[in-house]
């Protein structure tokens, strides 16, 4: 009897030994770990300038698009004044044409205008002598004997004078218009090419101040102001507050079927009540060695593939961080 106990214990212990393995190679299929990585990220100027101002020291913590350092460029305010020069020239010139052209006009006209109020006068005068011959006239011989005389082929003379004289002065004053016009509309095009230069210079005038392009803490840097710097170099690094990341690794036992996006749940390895999701955003088909931190026996060699796992902005996590990955496990075969 004593026999048959030991046995059954017996069989019953491989049992159970044998449920505890499939659970442990089940879970081991939908859960892996990895750990948290961020990329420190290099702040570049845009332009060769000279260091004016800094406005951060290591340690600091900054927001993306905080302003960093504040850059004098002198070739660029040599430019700048040029263009600003040019313009202020060409409205001068400008200003000087439309002067003379208007006084030219307004010399003219008075011109024409003095010539045709006096030949007015003569014709009214004529006129006026004119009328008073024909009231004679036909009072002496009656309505019917008026002749052409003297007075009105002068009439008619001064009549054709002053249209000419009028005719001359539009044609005076469109031409003088015509060249106002003419020299405004060119020193306007010559001004809006000088102001689209200068429009682009301001645009870089922007670039002297080296804004950070993400939120995180500045690491150590050796500039100080007066120094000159060349353009597209790395002036300060910045490493992110939170993790961007997870990087794990898929057991080579496990044959997964996902789709880039697929969400999967993150559980710090230390802190279990620390929790978030991630979205999966590539999986390297590659089996390569594990790191010893991320295999579930340290002293056992293991491998798998790689798989980058996207964090939100304002996860929970450490950089750095060991985290336990599970999947839906209708994601495995």
Not at 20 to 48: P, Y
Not at 195 to 216: C, H, I, M, P, W
Request: hydrophobic content about 35%.
């Amino acid at each position: 009897m004593k026999f048959n106990l030991i046995y059954i214990f017996w069989v019953l212990a491989m049992i159970g030994l044998y449920f505890i393995k499939q659970h442990i190679t089940s879970q081991s299929l939908v859960s892996f770990f990895g750990s948290t990585e961020s990329e420190s990220v290099g702040v570049q100027s845009e332009l060769d300038g000279q260091i004016s101002r800094i406005l951060i020291r290591p340690g600091s913590y900054v927001q993306k698009g905080d302003t960093l350092f504040i850059l004098q460029a002198l070739e660029l305010n040599k430019k700048l004044k040029e263009q600003l020069l040019q313009i202020d020239q060409l409205k001068s010139v400008d200003r000087f044409d439309r002067v003379l052209l208007e006084q030219e006009e307004r010399i003219t006209t008075v011109q024409y205008d003095s010539k045709l109020t006096e030949l007015k006068t003569e014709l009214k005068e004529l006129e006026g002598k004119q009328s008073f011959q024909d009231k004679l006239k036909e009072s002496l011989l009656g309505a019917g004997h008026q002749q052409a005389g003297d007075l009105q082929i002068q009439i008619e003379g001064l009549r054709k004078q002053i249209e000419k004289i009028e005719l001359e002065k539009s044609e005076k004053l469109n031409i003088l218009g015509g060249e106002l016009s003419k020299k405004f509309g060119l020193n306007q095009g010559l001004v809006q090419q000088h102001q689209s230069e200068l429009d682009y210079l301001n645009e870089k005038t922007g670039l002297l101040f080296v804004r950070a392009t993400l939120s995180g803490f500045v690491e150590d840097f050796k500039l100080q102001a007066g120094d000159f710097i060349s353009s597209k170099s790395n002036l300060v690094t910045i490493t992110p507050k939170k993790p961007l990341k997870v990087r794990g690794f898929i057991p080579e036992s496990s044959e997964l079927e996902f789709e880039p996006g697929s969400t999967v749940r993150l559980v710090s390895s230390l802190r279990p009540t620390v929790t978030d999701s991630g979205r999966i955003i590539y999986c390297n088909p590659r089996v390569v060695e594990l790191p010893t931190r991320l295999r579930k026996n340290p002293e056992i060699k293991a491998w798998g593939r790689e798989i980058y796992i996207d964090l939100s902005v304002e996860n929970p996590f450490f950089i750095g961080e060991k985290i336990r990955i599970e999947l839906n496990p209708q994601q495995s075969k």
